[in-house]
């Protein structure tokens, strides 16, 4: 009797939002520890096994929970220390296994760096550790973040929870996954293309891709660097622009970081009000080549915003059409560049081949067996764009293509002051349903790549259900503007949520505890990706 | 613009230094053709009067004082190195023969 009230105490809590469990830890209510355990337990209870989720790659219990002790003693010992606690102090994240940490493995889901320990973390992980957040473990992606499934990761595909046989999206599958089931409250991921909003799209979660430049990079092992940013994945609009906040401003260490931070974003999104807000539906971004349910929700969202008193017209971005075809040049011509480095020689997994042979010879075995296909393919690709009699055809012509993107959003946002969109074409497909169809996959980042393009910020809030699948909606603003998309999206989140009664997560199926079917050991103790072949 | 070749493909990956073997070029060029077709638009839309951008936001160079940093130990450097010795990488040779 007393294990079940227990059972339910502990479901109460890891379904609270990322605030109310920093609220309840203020007032002591609740300790980290208890609360760290919690999410502990929920990690043991449904992330291992053969249905589990396998949302993280490591489980980091020891230091996550000596993190949470130290919160704890901080609180209780009251005075000056415990007031200047960072108000999310306490409640548990994970991190994206391409940022890099002290103490814990980064894989970034490849075979090239399995096993390997940074020497130093990223600056995004400092912050968490001077706010004293603790740290769950690192969690799956694609390889490098190349992928819109999760299924490129070397070290087993994630589930997506609201249906175990489909994809939680990618790069940042992990991520939204472990938010979506309960195992953690916030989460970090790095948006390249789409890669946080994807995932929270398909996961009824909600991801944040701040403003270009408004969160260091420092720490993130990068694919593209004109496009890549990392920002916040949480279960709610508020809880993500908090944890951006916390994230974000200058870092020297980037020199790409913006010098002024990006202030009032949760603040902008208690505001809950749109009265006045001028919205801007983007024509390029609906239509052909999205599922009907995705639209039906989005307009939908649409009518709900205008019902609060914004004003919704339509515009045009006529160059989006090329952002696609931009975008897949230049995102492979960064990333065989950025992904140079690994070549066996300073760290990562050296292979030598049989007959043994020169550097050269063993830089081509080595990076022949720690490159995944997807890999291979956009480093192959990135180096034909950049090639001699190709460049300016290619890199230099999807370099204008964004030019004119940055200039349609330019135009577009004098007449608004968002814009809106599905985030994603579809909902979540089936495990493997696109993996041999390199196109498909990249046809799922219509419309979040071209805020990765012109550098502006955009988010995912979930818009409901589509035949019992989350769908999400985009709302996009001009570079620095990130307080009026977290306001827009905060909006369009409580008018849903009054409609359905409760948070979309209130429809979400419960999970098996997948224990029984686990080997005996693999609990709550240190688990890292690589020896299991999951 | 002539489309992607089977030898072509071998030559990238021997730039890109990623050993492939024949059934490997074989299905990367298949690919590869599928893709460069879809994006091969890009190259038809801006005309000359059309700047590039190479970063999203506009930045200029950013300076700052040459002063010394935190640094990595030579130990912490090398501790995840394939192979060390005397305090430095040791890499394969760069020769023949050597």
Known sequence: MSETTETTETND??????????????????????????????????????RGVHAFLHVNADEALAVAAEVDAIRAAGGAEAEALH??????????????????????????????????????VTKLRQARLPILGKTNLDEFAMGGSTEHSAFGNTRNPWDLDRIPGGSGGGSAAAVASFMAPLALGSDTGGSIRQPGAVTGTVGAKPTYGGVSRYGVIAMASSLDQIGPVARTVQDAAALQELLG??????????????????????????????????????????????????????TVLQDAGAEVIEVSCPHLKYALGAYYLI??????????????????????????????????????????????????????????????????????????????????????????????PTTAFGLGEKIDDPLAMYLNDVATIPANLAGIPGISVPGGLAEGLPVGVQFLAPARGDAVMYRAAAALESRLEQAWGAQLWAQAPELDDTRSTQPVGVGTADRTAGGENR | MSAITREDVAHLARLAHIRMDEQELDKMSGELAVIMDAVAAVSEVAGDDVPPTSHPIPLTNVFREDEPGEMLSQEQALAMAPEAEDGQFRVPAILDGE
Do not use: C
């Open chain 1, 249 to 302: 401003g200058h870092d020297a260490k980037d020199s790409t970081s913006l010098t002024e931070p990006l202030e009032g974003l949760l603040t902008a999104a208690r505001q809950h009000d749109v009265t006045g807000l001028r919205i801007g539906i983007v024509s390029e971004l609906k239509g052909e080549g999205y599922q009907e349910g995705v639209l039906e929700r989005f307009r939908e969202a649409v």
């Open chain 1, 87 to 124: 108000p999310l102090a306490g409640v548990p994240v994970a991190v994206k296994d391409n940022i890099v940490t002290i103490g814990q493995p980064t894989t970034a889901g490849s075979r090239m760096l399995e096993g390997w320990m940074s020497p130093y973390d990223a600056t995004v």
């Open chain 1, 331 to 424: 995102m492979p011509s960064e990333a065989s560049s950025n992904l140079a480095k690994f070549d066996g020689v300073r760290y990562g997994n050296r292979v030598v081949p049989e007959e043994g042979g020169t550097i050269e010879q063993v830089m081509g075995a080595t990076r022949a067996a720690g490159f995944g296909e997807e890999v291979k393919r956009r480093i192959i690709l990135g180096t034909y764009a950049l090639s001699a009699g190709y460049y300016d055809a290619y890199y230099g012509s999807a370099q204008k293509i964004r030019t004119l993107v940055q200039r349609d959003f330019d135009e577009a946002f004098s007449k608004v002051d968002v814009l809106i969109s599905p985030t994603s």
């Open chain 1, 13 to 50: 809590l890891i379904r609270l939002t990322a605030l109310q469990m920093a609220e309840r830890l203020r007032v002591g209510e609740i300790t980290s520890v208890e609360l760290t355990q919690a999410h502990l337990d929920r990690i043991a209870a449904v992330d291992g096994g053969e």
